[in-house]
């Protein structure tokens, strides 16, 4: 696991603003949220950090088709962003967006200081020209055929084939996407990044970096080819200005990234925090960084982002966590052809929790997610309701009726056993980030709990003599452990229906803030239980048909 004698800062990749929220987009929030609330329950010392991604010329493009300014565009969708996730529990610490004032001023010095590093230089490069718009076309204005496999592609990457980043001036048969027509390259001065300096050290880098394999291997497959350097300029007014520069805004690439710095800055300064103490952060390696990921963005995490953290002298990520991507029934997600499922009409039918579990339980977490509605009925159904809900809901319905309180008792060993076992998985599945793992440990904690339940038949013991109705109690308190239990390890996954399920117990604490040493703490006998309520619903698949 992580080392304990330093903070730990998690990001999560920042959602472009230029539309609305889908499932694609939560299979990276959901398992980043999940893996920060574990480790507070084990005792570190986390924040949490993400943001809209506010620049770039897709959002530009957006506001010219509806005859308003970009702000305004970024502005709906960020807090439509902020909404889904506050839906959805996920408990940032701070969620920005790239076109504050912090964010320019810290990517405008990062950019000088690779420049005076010598990793900046200037270079003419052709660049696509519309004469009938009379003007440079950003990547994204542009449209043509890839140089590498010879796809329709817009003008930064190969989108529809090899998915290959394109340099400004390599598409073939360029058109604009504005008005149709096409376009001529003509020559025009830009900066470029000296990507291929680093080549040695991202080699060296890579072999260390922790996280997800397939973060490691994708981004070794680069190094081992020729490194290009990047242009990280463009013919943009909406964006971060060059350094030195009114003609020119950093590429959406280069202040992205670094928006995880200054909202790190950001959120310490609304803490009260004084000076640089973000620097704690992001230099002299005095934080364990983990970033996660989809795997659509593995290279510029992995190689271009560790490479300008290098030449401008800051701390360096510690691991990537990449998710595989997600299909919906089994076609690849596309929102242009209608293959998508919006977050907003997800948690407008069905609770959001149901929605966290399915994504973690569906796929292992780096493989790809095949999203179908059968499949979240099956999960809901057979195991929130079948295995999880029934077990809360017949025990604590029984102790309720029949005592009231949580009877006196002792932990018996096979139980504390079956509870340290969840426990271990749970932490082995942190170490793997394999969040499906962690879900089954802790649900076959529950398992557990209904053999236990069943084999013991405490609805007999309860009619028989003092000594019968005794055993029944120690029963029912072994029971109500495991619950309480299950509760903590699930909370992460499920934090609203465990902060009930907790209620229900007669927990007079905060499960969100109960670290994992509760697990082994007897429940108190005596301690008055609220009445029970059905936390999950069977969901009745023939009206739901067609959603």
């Known amino acids: 696991m992580l080392p304990r004698d330093k903070p730990v800062l998690v990001t999560s990749a920042l959602p472009y603003v230029n539309g609305e929220c889908h499932i694609g987009h939560l299979r990276t929030y959901v398992p980043a949220d999940v893996y920060v609330r574990m480790l507070r329950k084990m005792g570190y010392n986390v924040i949490f950090i ?5 620049h770039g010329t897709p959002i530009v493009l957006s506001a010219e088709s509806q005859g308003v300014t970009p702000d305004v565009v970024v502005e709906r969708y960020h807090e439509h962003f902020k909404r889904i996730f506050e839906a959805l529990n996920l408990d940032f610490d701070y969620y920005g967006r790239t076109d504050s004032p912090a964010n320019h001023r810290m990517t405008e010095e990062i950019v000088k200081r690779l420049i005076e590093g010598g990793y900046v230089y200037r270079k003419n490069t052709k660049q696509a020209y519309c004469e009938t718009c009379n003007r440079f076309l950003p990547d994204r204005y542009v449209e043509g055929i890839c140089p590498h496999c010879g796809a329709v592609a817009r003008g930064d990457e190969c989108d529809q084939g090899c998915g290959k980043h394109i340099e400004p001036g390599e598409i073939l048969e360029p058109r604009c996407k504005i008005c149709g027509s096409k376009a001529v390259f003509r020559e025009q001065e830009h900066f470029f990044f000296r990507l291929s300096a680093f080549a040695d050290f991202l080699s060296s880098y890579l072999d260390n970096l922790g996280g997800t394999l397939n973060a490691r291997n994708y981004a070794r497959e680069w190094v081992k080819r020729e490194l290009r350097d990047w242009c990280i300029t463009r013919n943009l007014e909406w964006g971060v200005k060059f350094p030195g520069r009114d003609d020119l805004v950093v590429y959406v690439w280069v202040d992205a990234p670094i928006g995880y710095i200054s909202f790190t800055e950001e959120l310490l300064r609304e803490r009260g925090v004084d000076g640089d103490e973000w620097a704690r952060y992001w230099k002299n390696n005095g934080a364990t960084i983990v970033h996660f990921i989809g795997t659509d963005i593995i290279y510029h995490h992995c190689i271009f982002w560790p490479a300008m ?108 056993t079956a509870i340290e076992t969840a426990r271990d ?95 082994m703490k007897p429940i108190e006998s005596g301690q008055k239980l609220n009445k029970p309520k059905v936390l999950f619903r069977r969901i009745e698949v023939d009206k739901n048909r067609g959603v």
């Open 50 to 54: 993400s943001g809209s991604d506010t």
């Open 309 to 416: 953290l290098k030449g401008a002298d800051y701390s360096l990520p510690d691991a990537v966590v990449a998710s595989g991507m997600v299909k919906i029934e089994g076609k690849t997600f596309s929102k242009s052809r209608g293959i998508v499922v919006w977050a907003k009409e997800f948690i407008e039918r069905f609770h959001p929790d149901t929605l966290r579990y399915y994504l973690l339980t569906q796929s292992s977490h780096t493989k790809e997610l095949d999203f179908s509605w059968d499949s979240f009925f099956m999960r809901v159904n057979n195991e929130l309701v079948a295995i999880l809900g029934n077990l809360i809901y017949r025990v604590l319905t029984f102790t309720y009726k029949n005592f009231g309180v949580v009877p006196e008792g002792e932990i018996e060993e096979e139980v504390r």
């Open 425 to 519: 998985g749970v932490l082995s599945a942190m170490a793997e980030y394999e969040f499906k793992k962690l879900v089954d440990a802790a649900m076959g904690l529950a398992d557990f709990g209904n053999s236990y339940f069943q084999r013991e038949e405490p609805w007999h013991l309860i009619k028989g003599d003092e000594n019968a109705r005794r055993r029944c109690g120690t029963i029912l308190k072994n029971v109500l452990q495991i619950l309480k239990s299950v509760c903590v390890l699930l909370e992460p996954v499920m934090p609203a229906k465990m902060a009930e399920l907790w209620y229900q117990l007669g927990m007079d604490t905060d499960v969100h803030d109960t670290k994992l040493e509760e697990l």
